[in-house]
Antibody, heavy 123, light 107 residues
Framework: EVQLVQSGAEVKKPGESLKISCKGS????????IGWVRQMPGKGLEWMGI????????RYSPSFQGQVTISADKSISTAYLQWSSLKASDTAMYYC????????????????WGQGTMVTVSS | SYELTQPPSVSVSPGQTARITCSGD??????AYWYQQKPGQAPVLVIY???ERPSGIPERFSGSSSGTTVTLTISGVQAEDEADYYC??????????FGGGTKLTVL
């Protein structure tokens, strides 16, 4: 079964760092882009960025460039989303999702989604 | 920054046809994708490349494109189709954006 399993919920204080994970299984992890999507409480989906684990090529939405870092460790089929200094406004559900394109140069739809990681930032 | 515009809400009675639109300047040149999200759940892909339906998605879901607008059509709406629907497409820089989402209410 193809699936993405995300790390558990986090509660952090402003200014703290955080790295959440997304582990892929049931498919060739290095052959598909993995993206990250933010959903703030009661709000819509926001496309944050995407990484190709095969060569770590990474693209960011202008809205998130410099605010987060996306990485991947292909040896353990895991993608990451990290913050160096959290803000209260980072409180949200974060989803990882697999892009279904098999062409590295082209993006397509997110066909497989993780269950989400809730991040709460509060003093 | 690039934006995709969706109506905030659409309401239909069971058995009727729901149409949800998504407008964006780059849509004539870029594919659109549609996702369904029910409360407390991750999104599910229902349409890709404007009009393709993934396996396992009911035939009542269809997509179309005309100029700067793409449309998700749900024929014979059922109570279980009540959800938020989001369109997605690419901007000129090669990154993606989502529309603001449309809440479909089945009356």
């Amino acid at each position: 079964e193809v699936q993405l399993v995300q790390s558990g919920a986090e509660v952090k204080k402003p200014g703290e760092s955080l790295k959440i994970s997304c582990k892929g299984s049931g498919y060739s992890f290095t052959s598909y882009w993995i993206g990250w999507v933010r959903q703030m409480p009661g709000k819509g989906l926001e496309w944050m960025g995407i990484i190709y684990p095969g060569d770590s090529d990474t693209r960011y939405s202008p809205s998130f460039q410099g605010q987060v870092t996306i990485s991947a460790d292909k040896s353990i089929s895991t993608a990451y989303l990290q913050w160096s200094s959290l803000k209260a406004s980072d409180t949200a559900m974060y989803y990882c999702a697999r892009d279904q394109s098999l062409v590295p140069a082209a993006l397509d739809a997110f066909d497989i989604w993780g269950q989400g990681t809730m991040v709460t930032v509060s003093s | 920054s690039y934006e995709l515009t969706q109506p905030p809400s659409v309401s239909v009675s069971p058995g009727q046809t729901a149409r949800i639109t998504c407008s964006g300047d780059a849509l004539p040149k870029q594919y659109a994708y549609w996702y369904q999200q029910k409360p407390g759940q991750a999104p599910v892909l229902v349409i890709y490349k404007d009009s393709e339906r993934p396996s396992g998605i009911p035939e009542r879901f269809s997509g179309s494109s005309s100029g700067t607008t793409v449309t998700l059509t749900i024929s014979g709406v059922q109570a279980e189709d009540e959800a938020d629907y989001y369109c997605q497409s690419a901007d000129s820089s090669g990154t993606y954006v989502f529309g603001g989402g449309t809440k479909l209410t089945v009356l």
